[in-house]
């Protein structure tokens, strides 16, 4: 528990009475934060780009998640969906996305203070203030947000009283170049190339039957598609498999004995058979430089070893993890960490170098504050390019920032978590994906 001091403030101006609290994105963090104004009769409407709430997790919704159900839902949801009559699922399994989103996340859409607020297939295309760039300071903190959103061809602008970000950031991955930047050739191969977590056994299955697959990156991501590429290999005659990785081991793919979540070590357990075998072909420090076409398939230039080498591949999968997409919020005065682009209060707490899943410190709006009072980045998002998130953790920063947004100091300042022991920390490898919580 902390209890953190902090300056006066301008809490409220009566010129934002009656606006709504303003919540980019519709999945588990932005609807557990919804969850929590309900319950604290604080108006409210979300936006989410997607045709249907959890848009993004829709698309991997064929993966296990690696925390069981007690840790993948939000209190003050959990509250509102009991006085339905909602079953909560039994602890200690591990769903998949799809039952989170079937059991758990569309119930809670369901509900009427939710659903009557809730508006799809709008994107948030930038923030602001009403009437202020970000280089006028006088009246900002009582002057409204002004959100510029795209429906269709449409465009329009809304104004609101504070802004949850929590748009997550599974729509923007990591360069597959060593270097943070697209890799030279790509726009000429970019048909070969996956976004992470394919339905490789599914709705996707013919793109990887019979190919080359070569995935790239060390995280948890990249772990689940190699594992279902190795059942596809024996499955289908020609299914070959090969994971490129840019340091010498996975460090966060190792299935170490301390995890406190069974399904996350036994992933990297399950990873290190398959190397073993060899049924996935490792190729370790190797630095991408460019990517070439190569008749119907792609070659994969880099350095390894300080020699240039070139891998053949008929697909291409960017497991490399995931960034903010910030370009919505150049309007907007943000405090971020130069290294890891989350929240500079929050970027030592999370700094992948030192610390894994299990081992972040319990914290709230304090450390989510940008010097733009009441906006506020929260769950994947807020990491950054961290790879360490849990949802547990985004539901303890929502329930903090809603708290605030209601003047409740008290109740903003008092953070706890407890999160299982991961038993995985790198030291040296930042390439990595969080998924799944």
């Given at each position: 528990?902390?209890?953190?001091d902090?300056?006066?403030?301008?809490?409220?101006?009566?010129?934002?009475?009656?606006?709504?609290?303003?919540?980019i994105?519709?999945?588990?963090?932005g609807?557990?934060?919804a969850?929590n104004?309900?319950?604290?009769?604080?108006?409210?409407?979300?936006?989410?780009?997607?045709?249907?709430?959890?848009?993004?997790?829709?698309?991997?919704r064929?993966?296990?998640l690696?925390?069981?159900?007690?840790?993948?839902?939000?209190?003050?949801?959990?509250?509102?969906?009991?006085a339905?009559?909602w079953?909560?699922?039994?602890?200690?399994?591990?769903?998949?996305?799809a039952?989170?989103?079937?059991?758990?996340?569309?119930?809670?859409?369901?509900l009427?203070?939710?659903?009557?607020?809730t508006?799809?297939s709008?994107?948030v295309?930038?923030?602001?203030?009403?009437?202020?760039?970000?280089?006028?300071?006088t009246?900002?903190?009582?002057?409204?947000?002004?959100?510029?959103?795209?429906?269709?061809?449409?465009?329009?602008?809304?104004t609101?009283?504070?802004?949850?970000?929590?748009?997550g950031?599974y729509?923007?991955?990591?360069s597959?170049?060593?270097n943070?930047?697209i890799p030279?050739?790509?726009a000429?191969?970019?048909?070969?190339?996956?976004?992470?977590?394919?339905?490789v056994?599914?709705?996707e299955?013919?793109?990887f039957?019979?190919k080359?697959?070569v995935?790239?990156?060390?995280?948890?991501?990249a772990?689940?598609?190699?594992?279902?590429?190795?059942?596809?290999?024996?499955?289908?005659?020609?299914?070959?498999v090969?994971?490129?990785?840019?340091n010498?081991?996975a460090?966060r793919?190792?299935g170490?004995?301390?995890?406190?979540?069974?399904?996350?070590?036994?992933?990297?357990q399950?990873?290190?058979?398959l190397v073993?075998?060899?049924?996935?072909?490792r190729?370790?420090?190797?630095?991408?430089?460019r990517?070439?076409?190569?008749?119907?398939?792609v070659?994969?230039?880099?350095?390894?070893?300080?020699?240039?080498?070139a891998?053949?591949?008929?697909?291409?999968?960017?497991?490399?993890?995931?960034?903010?997409?910030?370009?919505?919020?150049?309007?907007?005065?943000?405090?971020?960490?130069?290294?890891?682009?989350?929240?500079?209060?929050?970027a030592?707490?999370?700094?992948p170098?030192?610390?894994s899943?299990?081992?972040?410190?319990?914290?709230?709006?304090?450390?989510?504050?940008q010097?733009?009072?009441?906006?506020?980045?929260?769950?994947?998002?807020?990491?950054?390019?961290?790879?360490t998130f849990?949802?547990?953790?985004?539901?303890?920063?929502?329930?903090?920032?809603?708290?605030?947004?209601?003047?409740?100091?008290a109740?903003?300042?008092?953070?706890?978590?407890v999160?299982?022991?991961?038993?995985?920390?790198?030291t040296?490898?930042?390439?990595?994906?969080?998924?799944?919580?």
């Amino acid at each position: 528990m902390t209890l953190i001091d902090l300056t006066p403030t301008v809490r409220r101006s009566s010129r934002l009475d009656g606006l709504p609290v303003a919540i980019i994105g519709a999945g588990p963090i932005g609807l557990a934060a919804a969850a929590n104004l309900v319950e604290r009769g604080v108006d409210f409407v979300i936006y989410e780009r997607g045709d249907s709430i959890a848009s993004s997790m829709r698309s991997w919704r064929h993966i296990r998640l690696f925390s069981p159900w007690e840790h993948l839902i939000d209190p003050a949801a959990r509250r509102l969906l009991a006085a339905t009559g909602w079953q909560e699922p039994p602890v200690g399994v591990a769903p998949y996305a799809a039952g989170i989103i079937d059991d758990y996340l569309a119930p809670l859409a369901a509900l009427e203070p939710i659903a009557s607020r809730t508006r799809t297939s709008v994107s948030v295309e930038s923030v602001s203030r009403e009437g202020m760039d970000r280089t006028r300071s006088t009246g900002r903190a009582t002057t409204p947000f002004v959100l510029r959103l795209r429906e269709g061809a449409e465009l329009s602008e809304v104004t609101v009283r504070a802004v949850i970000d929590a748009s997550g950031t599974y729509e923007n991955p990591n360069s597959l170049g060593s270097n943070g930047l697209i890799p030279l050739g790509y726009a000429e191969v970019s048909d070969h190339v996956s976004h992470a977590l394919p339905d490789v056994l599914g709705t996707e299955r013919a793109r990887f039957a019979g190919k080359h697959t070569v995935v790239v990156g060390a995280g948890h991501s990249a772990a689940n598609t190699l594992i279902d590429l190795a059942k596809l290999a024996r499955e289908e005659s020609g299914t070959t498999v090969s994971w490129l990785i840019r340091n010498s081991s996975a460090v966060r793919v190792s299935g170490s004995a301390d995890d406190e979540l069974p399904g996350r070590a036994s992933l990297g357990q399950r990873v290190e058979r398959l190397v073993a075998s060899g049924a996935i072909e490792r190729i370790d420090r190797f630095e991408i430089v460019r990517l070439e076409a190569s008749g119907a398939a792609v070659d994969i230039v880099g350095s390894r070893a300080g020699v240039i080498e070139a891998i053949h591949a008929d697909v291409v999968v960017n497991a490399t993890g995931f960034r903010p997409n910030l370009d919505m919020l150049r309007e907007i005065r943000l405090e971020l960490d130069d290294i890891v682009e989350a929240p500079r209060r929050l970027a030592p707490l999370i700094d992948p170098n030192l610390h894994s899943c299990g081992t972040v410190a319990p914290h709230g709006f304090a450390e989510l504050r940008q010097p733009e009072p009441d906006f506020f980045i929260a769950g994947m998002k807020s990491y950054g390019r961290a790879p360490t998130f849990l949802l547990a953790t985004g539901y303890e920063q929502v329930r903090s920032i809603t708290a605030w947004l209601d003047d409740d100091l008290a109740a903003a300042s008092n953070v706890e978590l407890v999160l299982p022991a991961t038993g995985v920390c790198s030291t040296d490898d930042a390439s990595g994906s969080s998924c799944c919580s």
